[in-house]
Structures are given as C-alpha cells and as structure tokens.
C-alpha cells in the first residue's frame, strides 16, 4: 500500500517521459486525440510546486495530457508584496526575459508603482505562487471556475489544506454526477479531522474526498512526507510516500519519477 519516493538531484532530459505517459494514458484507457487532463485543486505552495513539476517534465506533450490548476479568483496582492515580486523578477535574468516576452512585464512596474492591483490567479499564470514568491515557476494554465477545471478530469491532485477539503470536495461532487468513470484523485494534504459519533476516530483528507465525492478509496491515494516545496522545486533532496491501492499505486509512482522524484521501491 505504501511506496517511497525521493526527489531526484538531476534534470531529466526527456528520455522515457513519453513511454511513462502513454503506459499511464493506456491504464486510464485514453484513446488518441484525448489527452490525459490532470488538474491541481488548490494553490498553496506543495500544490502549485507540484503542477510546475508536472508541466516542466509533460508539458512538451501537449497532445497528450493537459495539465492545469485551479484557485479561487480575487485575491488581491498587497503593495508591498508586489514591490518585493518586482525584485525577484529583475534578479531573475530568465524571469525577466520570459515576461517581456509574454508582454507581462509592464504590469508588475504598474503594481510596483501602485497604478495597478495584482490578483493571485493572475500571477500564477505568470509562475508566482503568492506564499512562495522568491522561487519562480514555470507559467501554468489557472482556472478559477471549479466546474470548468474539474468536470471531465482524469486526475484531481488536492493541494488544499486539510481544514478546506471537505467543503470544497462536496461542492466538486455536484459536477460529477453524471460521470460514467470515477477519477484519480491523489491528496497532498497533510492533517486530520476528529469525529466523536458514532465511535471516537480520526478522518482523513483522503477519507473525506471519498465521502463527499463517492469516488471510490481504491481511487484515492495519498502523496506526501516532510517536504519543503521550494526545496523540492529546486531538486533538492526530500522524502515522499505515496500510498493507496497497488492498482494505481505502482504506475503512479512511475509516472512521478519524471517530476522530479524517483521511485526507491516499496515497502
């Protein structure tokens, strides 16, 4: 039920990606021209690290998988936060250059200046994880609309917080409804719930999403450990597990190894 992962300290040149998603595409039983989507729900820091990861290593195959993350739209930036971002972005040579070529490098003076209001969603576009400004991503595909992010999906990684995964996977359940297939879900969140009735025991976020959703817990994994996601972003050495029925378990851990952690067998 459990398997180890770690992150992998070398970038991954490309060899074998293509092998390992389309193994994934066959399990999930995608025919051509229907690409695997997979779908962050939130955007803390492990949850927008862990999409990065996966658009920096998939991306490239945009035929065959659509990666993308949703966050709740309106959350203003604050000046000062967006003073400290334009630094960040003028020490990043690579930064710098990617937004003037995106034509976003304009508005990050306006807010610097304070002409302009920066939103999150609208700065994750761009790469910037509010809580974790000082480590640039890559630019992701945002939806603010949960239907539209998680209707047909065929993987949901949840990044919210333990505190905010019942609430939100109730009302997801109300998209899914008519679904044929139960999705994938892989949980990043970390903490418990407590429940006194009818016996005193403890709920997991993975055991709430299956409760609110009907998704099945054969479908519902856990991916987690004591990691630090920007030192994660940055391959440096951390620990994970990902536990859930062998079924997905296995071809996961596989598909993972790209993005960046590499699988170190199971126990």
């Known amino acids: 039920m459990v398997g180890s ?12 990606l293509e092998e390992k998603l389309d193994e994934l595409r066959s399990l999930l039983g995608k025919a051509d021209g229907d ?6 729900v939130g955007a803390g820091a492990w ?25 709740r739209p309106g959350r203003a930036v604050d000046r000062a936060t967006a003073e400290h971002l334009f630094e960040v972005i003028n020490s990043r040579e690579d930064v710098l250059r990617r937004l003037i070529w995106r034509c976003a490098y304009l508005k990050y003076v306006e ?16 790469g910037f994880c509010l809580n974790m400004i000082e480590t640039p991503l890559c630019p992701l595909k945002v939806v603010t609309n949960l239907q539209e992010a998680v209707w047909d999906a065929d993987i949901v990684v949840n990044g919210l917080p333990s505190t905010e995964t019942r ?21 990043l969140a970390k903490g ?8 005193p025991r403890i709920i997991t ?29 940055n391959k440096e050495y951390a620990n994970a597990r990902i536990c859930g029925a062998d079924k997905w378990r296995k071809p996961l851990a596989k598909f993972f190894e790209a993005a960046p952690f590499h699988c170190m067998g199971q126990q």
């Open 111 to 126: 807010a610097r200046l304070g002409d302009r209001t920066l939103f999150a969603d609208e700065i994750l576009k761009d």
């Open 5 to 16: 992962i770690k992150a992998a300290n070398h970038h991954n040149n490309g060899y074998g």
């Open 205 to 233: 976020p993975t055991q709430m999403i299956s409760r609110a959703t009907g998704v099945p817990m054969e479908n519902i994994l856990y991916l987690g450990g004591p990691n630090i996601a920007s030192e994660i972003h």
């Open 167 to 187: 609430e939100v996977f109730e009302e997801i359940s109300q998209f899914w409804k008519e679904r044929i297939t139960a999705p994938i879900v892989i949980s």
């Open 47 to 71: 949850g927008s690290v862990f999409a990065a990861l996966l658009q920096d290593s998939y991306g490239q195959f945009r035929e065959k998988v659509q990666i993308r993350i949703w966050r």
């Open 192 to 199: 418990i719930e407590a429940a006194l009735k009818p016996v």
């Open 35 to 40: 690409p695997l989507r997979i779908v962050g």
